[in-house]
């Protein structure tokens, strides 16, 4: 607390003000966060939250940089910031990396790993719920805050002309093709990180409302566009069945294109044909993306 008026004091005096906050990592309660040290909130630890409302009051553009092994909501703070960096934890060159992003220098294009939730009372909250028998999705009235997937560039992306390249695949050794256009419609160079969720309609199982079956990163020019194209193998779309073994079953699945798994642009509906079959013991969760510059 007794060094709060000084950082304040140093805000005022800067442009920009960078407040780094997060975890002191550790084991069983030597840390923040780590093996045996759980929390049951998702408050800053410490006075972290009191050294961030100071700076903020300053009315300098902040910039919040968060180096946590587990999410944290800023208390209210994130319509007041000027921008966030999740950090995780970075390494011994972290910070040379988190500098490049900063300044322009390299282009963000990280997507989180998990989903941040808007309240403590939402824990466990993921984004691959799901629907419960009336069809409210478990946590939906909480939700997260920032999904899954989600990140931000210094650009901006339109995703358009979703086609798939059979509409009916084979459950033995069918691959399922989608591809669509992305392009850059900002003015700074940028990376598009476009994700596939998909969605088994019916099983003998419920299933979650999305799952992330593919992704990629292709760099773009200001005004270029590029033609990428999922390659799913049917093998991707299995679950643990009721026998207690991986199945992939026949019937129809929605396949959503999407920036993160809550900023859906694009979908698609492919029909799986044949017969349940059992995958064999050396089945591998392998997508490829290919790119075709325009």
Not at 176 to 204: C, M
Not at 243 to 257: C, Q
């Amino acid at each position: 607390l007794d060094m709060i008026p000084s950082a304040v004091e140093a805000a005022k005096n800067a442009d920009v003000a960078i407040v780094c906050v997060g975890d002191l990592s550790g084991i069983f309660q030597t840390g923040t966060v780590g093996e045996g040290s759980d929390a049951d909130t998702l408050e800053l630890p410490g006075v972290q939250q009191k050294l961030l409302d100071a700076v903020i009051e300053t009315g300098k553009p902040v910039i919040v940089v968060i180096s946590s092994g587990r999410p944290y909501n800023l208390g209210g703070a994130e319509d007041r910031i000027a921008a966030q960096v999740m950090t995780f934890f970075s390494g011994q060159e972290g910070g040379t990396a988190l500098a490049s992003v900063l300044t322009g220098a390299v282009e963000p294009s990280g997507r989180l790993t998990l989903s941040i939730p808007h309240n403590v009372g939402a824990v466990p909250y993921f984004y691959n719920h799901s629907f419960k028998s009336s069809g409210t999705p478990i946590a939906r009235h909480f939700g997260s805050r920032y999904p899954f997937g989600h990140g931000l560039s210094y650009t901006t992306f339109d995703y358009s002309d979703v086609a798939l390249e059979s509409e009916a695949v084979d459950i033995e050794k069918g691959t399922v093709r989608l591809s669509f256009t992305v392009k850059n419609t900002g003015e700074r160079d940028g990376i598009a990180v476009p994700q596939l969720y998909v969605r088994d309609e019916i099983a003998t199982l419920v299933r979650p409302v999305k799952e992330l079956k593919a992704f990629g990163k292709i760099a773009l020019k200001p005004g270029t566009s590029a033609r990428v194209t999922f390659e799913v193998p049917t093998d991707i779309l299995n679950f643990t069945g009721y026998e207690g073994y991986r199945v992939v079953e026949p019937g129809f699945f929605t396949l959503m294109i999407g920036a993160s798994s809550g900023d859906i642009r694009l979908k698609a509906r492919v029909e799986v044909t044949g017969k349940r079959r059992k995958l064999p013991a050396d089945w591998r969760m392998l997508s490829s993306t290919l790119t075709e510059k325009a």
